[in-house]
């Protein structure tokens, strides 16, 4: 069965501390892995990962994916309180004729001043 | 471009009662989603809409849920009747389907409380 596994589930630090959180996954057909941000509203998006290796970038957000190892990890340095959020996983796979969201439960990361 | 669109943004009834959501998704995208969230778990997917036809709905409990997308732009979801355990964030997505661009973007969500 293609599952997500997220970790920690929730994470407290002090501003200016580096993150890294961490998701892992089974998952047949794999297709791209997905990371958003929940603050109290909907999920934004933050990054898609599709090959192994490729860091993405977007200011103090990074993101890498292993596809031999099967995960994905999100750093966040410099963290600010404006990080606090929850951060999803999401993995993208092809089944059958479809293409299949598969989300993990989150990390709840909250960045204390 | 104009984000998805959701209403209503809160929604309180009590059980047994029905109730329905809107979504417009980004103009152009194909593909439109609606999720349940509920709170400390990742979105369920509970149907998914290829222009105006499903692709995915396995998720959805028949009996109470439905959903349409008649002309292939917007939808609406609707729970009849409700019950306690569907208080939840309903949230709609769309992706414009392109193979490069998977994308989705989220609504607002609709967070309903049933009493």
């Known amino acids: 069965e293609d599952k997500v596994v997220q970790s920690p589930l929730s994470l407290v630090v002090h501003e200016g501390d580096t993150v890294t959180l961490n998701c892992s996954y089974e998952?047949?057909?794999?297709?791209?892995l997905l990371w958003y941000k929940q603050e109290k509203k909907a999920p934004t998006f933050l990054f898609m990962l599709?090959?192994s290796g490729i860091e993405k970038k977007s200011g103090r957000l990074s993101s890498i994916l292993d596809k031999k190892e099967l995960f994905s990890i999100l750093n966040i340095t410099a963290t600010q309180t404006g990080d606090s959020a929850i951060y999803l996983c999401?993995?993208?796979?092809?089944?059958?004729?479809?293409?299949?969201?598969?989300w993990g439960l989150g990390t709840s990361l909250a960045v204390n001043p | 471009e104009a984000g998805v669109a959701q209403s209503p943004r809160y929604k309180i009834i009590e059980k047994r009662q029905s109730v329905a959501f809107w979504c417009n998704p980004i103009s152009g995208h194909a593909t439109l989603y609606w999720y349940q969230q509920i709170l400390g778990q990742g979105p369920k997917l509970l149907i998914q809409f290829q222009n105006n036809g499903v692709v995915d709905d396995s998720q959805l409990p028949k009996d109470r849920f439905s959903a349409e997308r008649l002309k292939g732009v917007d939808s609406t979801l609707k729970i009849q009747p409700a019950k306690l355990e569907d208080s939840a964030v309903y949230l709609c997505a769309s992706s414009s389907g392109v193979a490069s661009t998977d994308t989705q973007y989220f609504g607002p969500g609709t967070r309903l409380t049933v009493l």
């Open positions: 599709t090959s």
């Open positions: 999401a993995l993208l796979s092809n089944a059958g004729n479809n293409r299949k969201l598969i």
């Open positions: 998952v047949t057909n794999f297709r791209s």
